[in-house]
């Protein structure tokens, strides 16, 4: 294995694995126990930690299981300001994506803290003007696995310099650890979501949800009728710490999101590049779902938009709870 490169497990005593490497502390594999009590890979893993350091496999820009950072998400414009001064980001027509050409996923992460199968934190310290950004800005992603069967992930950042700051995780989940998720049922309690442009990026209006293709409050197949595929923001109800449920009744596994934040984006990737994936496991149409629990996209351009710029001396922090169980 590459000398840099560093795989972490984490167990917990009912038998729920997760492996996360340093490189752009990215979940490789996350295992739990389905309705008969075997172990299902829930989430799109490469065959090998190498393999995410290969061109072949960062030239698709999938952000497999990574953390995305300093601004996860679309930046309109590839510029924002901050009292008069404006900050230009790499960008492809306009608009910068998830960081920039090299974000947080695409970084060794130091390993700061390591609890024996229980938690690991790993750091990463963004220099001021990376990717265009301003200031020094000081990150930390601590994933906890809990005797509930829960993987936590924290994030913490702080700053020398007012900068927008967005960071969250983009696991692709199958429940079923193969195939597609058009079977898988969701549910998302949101009631509005933000109208984008052909660029995805957020026009700045918020369309009511009620009775749309975006409607998942009330429990469904994700492969309904109306389904043209998701990638977009879904805001939050604000009293809300859980936020979504996803169920496959081949496996009878069901995994709850649970948040502090006040937008997700959801998304459904169509097919997945010919990779070669962990377990040999075979995909096909919609493979996989991705819940990105965040700030909305453009929020350093909208000033409708909640805050994202943070400031020396705050903390910003992003909480993140995907919960397993069973169900027959
Ligand atoms: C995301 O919203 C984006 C997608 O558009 C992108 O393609 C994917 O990450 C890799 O969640």
């Not at 998400?73 to 009292?83: E, K, L, N, Y």
């Not at 429940?175 to 509005?192: Q, V, Y």
């Not at 903390?315 to 919960?323: A, G, M, Q, R």
């Amino acid at each position: 294995m590459n000398r840099n490169l560093k795989l972490i497990t984490l167990k917990n005593s009912n038998g729920v694995e997760v492996d996360i490497i340093n490189f752009g502390c990215i979940i490789t594999s996350l295992r739990v126990p389905d309705k008969e009590g075997d172990l299902v890979n829930v989430v799109v893993g490469l065959s090998s930690p190498e393999d995410y350091l290969k061109k072949e496999y960062q030239s698709k820009a999938i952000y497999l299981g990574a953390t995305i950072g300093r601004y996860a998400g679309r930046i309109s414009s590839g510029s924002f300001s901050i009292d008069e001064n404006k900050y230009n980001l790499q960008n492809e027509n306009g608009v910068h994506l998830h960081g920039g050409k090299e974000g947080f996923d695409k970084k060794i992460w130091n390993i700061e803290d390591y609890k024996e199968n229980k938690s690991v934190t790993f750091s990463y310290l963004s220099k001021d003007g990376e990717e265009g950004y301003p200031g020094n800005l000081k990150v930390k992603a601590t994933f906890e696995l809990l005797k509930s069967n829960s993987l936590k992930i924290t994030y913490k950042a702080e700053t020398d310099k007012a900068t927008p700051v967005n960071l969250t995780t983009h696991p692709y989940f199958n429940l079923n650890g193969r195939g597609s998720i058009l079977k898988h049922d969701l549910e998302i309690l949101s009631d509005a979501y933000l109208e984008v442009d052909k660029h995805l990026v957020p026009s700045g209006k918020k369309i009511g949800s009620k009775n749309t293709r975006f409607d998942f409050n009330e429990k469904s197949k994700i492969g309904r009728k109306d389904f043209k595929g998701l990638d977009d923001a879904f805001i939050l109800r604000e009293d809300k710490l859980r936020v979504a449920t996803l169920f496959s009744e081949e496996s009878g596994i069901k995994m709850q999101v649970f948040t502090n934040q006040p937008a997700m984006v959801v998304y459904t990737n169509p097919k997945f590049p010919e990779f070669s994936f962990a377990d040999n496991a075979e995909y096909y149409d919609f493979p996989s779902i991705c819940f990105e629990p965040q700030n909305y996209p453009d929020a350093p351009n909208q000033s409708s938009f909640p805050n994202s710029i943070l400031k020396p001396g705050e903390t910003y922090l992003n909480e993140i709870i995907y919960k397993f169980g069973v169900k027959s």
